[in-house]
């Protein structure tokens, strides 16, 4: 069954209203253009803005004001270039980036929603089952624990990509290469931390289509996949070459790697969360820390039912 426009637009307004719901307690819908916590969410608003600024004034873009007159400042954070875009005509229009960043704030994760609305949607064919999985997916503790790093909610490509990428491999065209193509590199052009999630995303999925759908002109699929590469390389290299020369002290990257804790154990502030650090139990991450990476126990638990259900399904 394929769904209709109205249903499109239903969903996706649904997603927002959800959005709203959801972040209300990160976001001051009564001050909506002048109230922004503190912490990460300070930096991204200021590298929207600055984006918005090289775009309409032709300055570098990593040459950016912060550290000045250090060059290449930009590229002591994540550039995302790709929402500095999408975000510059609030910019032009009100050069307020907290009114900018509120929106991108609300919108990111109201998109991935929807997108993984449509992913579930075309799978199942089961529209109450495919709102689970968008809320699922757009709203998980993960998502509102990071509300403030957009470049990690807005990830609606990672969905969209995954379906279109099993469509161009069930039909091999160039048309079918762009329909993956176009959200993948706009994903790389959000963050670098979904570019990697994609690209190990996609490299996962090509191997099991390898193995499980294998039929058709390989040499054809080959070419396109090699030619979409070459191309979304020649995209992505201008904005990745600043960061090539950069170095971070190895205490630090494994301070703030991510351990099973990470993925399984809730954080600190949450009931469970307590309960163990009251019992010196599994040292549970910080609320709002990098390595706080646990999805919720709703998704946890609709993921080990759907593997159960799958395999079940398999063997009968």
Do not use: C, K
């Amino acid at each position: 069954m394929t769904l209709s426009p109205w249903m499109h637009v239903s969903v996706a307004i649904a997603m927002l209203a959800g959005a709203m719901v959801m972040l209300s307690p990160f976001t001051n819908l009564s001050a909506f253009g002048s109230a922004l916590h503190s912490g990460d969410g300070r930096v991204q608003a200021w590298v929207l803005a600055w984006v918005g600024h090289a775009v309409s004034t032709g300055r570098s873009l990593f040459d950016a004001n912060m550290f000045y007159p250090a060059r290449q400042a930009l590229a002591h954070t994540d550039h995302m270039a790709a929402l500095g875009v999408i975000g510059a005509p609030i910019w032009w229009a009100t050069g307020n980036a907290i009114l900018e960043f509120n929106l991108l704030q609300l919108t990111g994760p109201a998109l991935s929603a929807y997108a993984m609305f449509v992913l579930a949607h075309a799978w199942t064919q089961d529209t109450p089952a495919s709102l689970v999985a968008g809320l699922a997916y757009g709203f998980s503790t993960f998502t509102l624990l990071h509300n403030a790093h957009l470049n990690l909610t807005w990830n609606a490509g990672l969905p969209l990509s995954l379906l279109a990428f099993e469509r161009w491999w069930s039909s091999p065209t160039w048309a079918n290469v762009a329909r993956w193509w176009i959200p993948a590199v706009f994903t790389a052009l959000v963050s670098w931390y979904l570019a990697l999630l994609l690209a190990l995303l996609l490299g996962t999925w090509a191997m099991w289509l390898q193995a499980t759908r294998h039929r058709g002109d390989a040499t054809t699929r080959a070419v396109q996949l090699l030619a979409s590469g070459l191309f979304a390389v020649a995209v992505l290299l201008p904005l990745m070459t600043p960061y090539l020369g950069r170095s971070s002290e190895g205490g630090e990257a494994a301070a703030l790697s991510a351990d099973w804790r990470s993925f399984l154990v809730p954080s600190e502030h949450t009931i469970v969360g307590r309960w163990l650090v009251g019992n010196n139990l599994a040292g549970p991450q910080g609320i709002w820390g990098e390595r706080t990476l646990f999805l919720g126990w709703g998704v946890v638990t609709l993921a080990i039912v759907g593997v159960i259900a799958g395999l079940s399904r398999r063997a009968n």
